[in-house]
């Protein structure tokens, strides 16, 4: 009969080391290995996404609420993309007053983005042009670093007013957080977005922890409609078939 390993106190020990030192050395080669993103540029890039607010225009003449909720696709899109550059592998970003500009080959749309100061946080100040469509301003705010469940995870508040043609204004408030896991060298994105326009729609977008999508648009404290996906299949909006 082949004789059973029992480990004693020190054997033990001795296993927890090399076990600690070997995801250690996992982690850090994740880390070191993983490029670097300027936060303002992964940002910029990202608001030049610009489809779904061309694609929202097109109902502004008989559906105010399917624009809110292009809207409202527009911005998860955005702030999910730019969540890869906010964590572990994010690196340092522009100085305070440095404004960065990326303009995009095929719709021409242009995003600058003005870092405006470090502390007590980091703030984001942007604008998007888009030829014939109209134009995003707003400001981002990120956070220091917190706990959030098992990973660290940085606030990151967005403040931003989207205008269309024919007058068209939506305004969104976003309180999400980035968690960052060095060990993927991945971020995640989760919170909420308040959604309102001047076409008396109004509206709330849930970015679970998973990254499932659910919300609702309402008008007059009526549901309208209701949002669904997830970030990595992209937000959907259904309207009641009544309101349509």
């Not at 849930?206 to 209701?226: H, L, P, Q, W, Y």
């Amino acid at each position: 009969m082949p004789e059973i390993f029992t480990p004693n106190k020190r054997d033990i020990a001795k296993i927890a080391v090399i076990v600690g030192v070997g995801a250690g050395a996992l982690i850090a080669t994740r880390y070191l290995g993983t490029r670097k993103i300027n936060i303002a540029e992964r940002f910029a890039d990202a608001l030049l996404d610009v489809e779904r607010l061309k694609s929202a225009a097109l109902h502004l003449d008989d559906n105010a609420s399917a624009v809110l909720a292009g809207c409202a696709a527009y911005w998860v899109n955005v702030a999910a993309f730019a969540a890869q550059g906010i964590g572990a592998t994010g690196s340092e970003d522009d100085p305070v007053g440095y404004s960065r500009t990326h303009t995009h080959s095929y719709t021409n749309a242009t995003s600058t983005v003005l870092t405006e100061s470090y502390a007590p946080e980091h703030r984001l100040i942007f604008a998007v042009a888009i030829p014939e469509f109209g134009e995003v301003r707003g400001a981002r705010g990120i956070g220091t670093v917190k706990m959030s469940g098992l990973a660290p995870a940085r606030p990151v508040p967005d403040a931003l007013q989207i205008t269309l043609k024919d007058g068209y204004t939506a305004q969104i408030l976003a309180e999400c957080e980035v968690a960052d896991y060095v060990v993927t060298g991945k971020s995640r994105l989760f919170g909420s977005l308040t959604l309102r326009d001047n076409r008396d729609n109004a509206g709330r977008v849930n970015i679970a922890f998973d990254g499932a999508i659910s919300g609702t648009i309402t008008r007059e404290a009526k549901v309208i409609g209701r949002f669904n996906g997830t970030l990595a299949t992209g937000l959907n909006y259904q309207q009641n078939e009544l309101e349509a």
